[in-house]
């Protein structure tokens, strides 16, 4: 479970983002990295009961972002991230792009997963897929517990113009215009502190993995 002090430490750094604060509360944002440590600990070994590609054993930390930004190329100079982001549970198994990932942040946190924006070439390779296989793909965005769990998937930014090799009458076009293909799940801060929010999140992982499969199945 997500604690209480781990939330209110987000929401601190939000309003204190600076060097001198974080030094001086050092000791919070330990306890509230050893809290992430130990949920995403939980949430490896749920996951790994549904996706095999999922190592129960893998080192937590290794699957959390570091809370200091990058600021080099940034006008936004604050040094840290207001939010705590835990992504690559499956430790590069899958192609590069697609993976799971939750995001932790007072009043906006959310689990979600795919493939975010993908490369030229990739995009290329996944409608191929889709075109090929509508039918399969559509079996798992149009299942009445995804929609359910991540509304429509047909509802992210889309292509303001059809895409090259596709004709405008495909009955697929929606699909092939994507320019994303993520879902996500949005959590409220109660949930977070449920004691078996891994096992839940691990859940809603689990309408993920025939997605994330297929995926990968365009890439390889």
């Not at 039918?135 to 009445?144: L, N, P, Q």
């Not at 699909?175 to 449920?194: G, N, W």
Request: proline share 3%; with cysteine.
């Amino acid at each position: 479970m997500i604690t209480q002090q781990t939330l209110d430490f987000i929401t601190e750094i939000k309003e204190n983002n600076n060097r001198e604060w974080f030094l001086d509360n050092k000791d919070k944002y330990q306890l509230a990295y050893d809290n992430i440590v130990q949920f995403t600990g939980d949430v490896l070994k749920e996951l790994s009961k549904i996706d095999p590609l999922v190592d129960a054993h893998t080192d937590p930390k290794k699957c959390i972002m570091r809370i200091y930004r990058d600021i080099r190329f940034s006008k936004d100079k604050t040094p840290y991230k207001h939010w705590i982001g835990i992504h690559k549970l499956s430790q590069g198994r899958y192609a590069a792009g697609i993976g799971y990932y939750m995001h932790i942040e007072p009043g906006n946190s959310f689990v979600g997963g795919g493939y975010w924006m993908p490369e030229g070439e990739h995009v290329k390779m996944i409608r191929q897929e889709i075109d090929y296989n509508a039918t399969d793909f559509k079996a798992i965005v149009d299942k009445s517990s995804f929609k359910k769990t991540f509304g429509e998937f047909r509802d992210q930014e889309q292509l303001k113009t059809i895409p090259n090799g596709y004709d405008a009458d495909n009955e697929n076009i929606s699909l092939l215009k994507l320019k994303s293909f993520a879902a996500v799940h949005q959590l409220k801060d109660a949930e977070l502190k449920k004691i078996d929010i891994a096992k839940n999140v691990a859940g809603v992982f689990k309408e993920l993995y025939p997605l994330l499969g297929f995926l990968q199945n365009a890439l390889v």
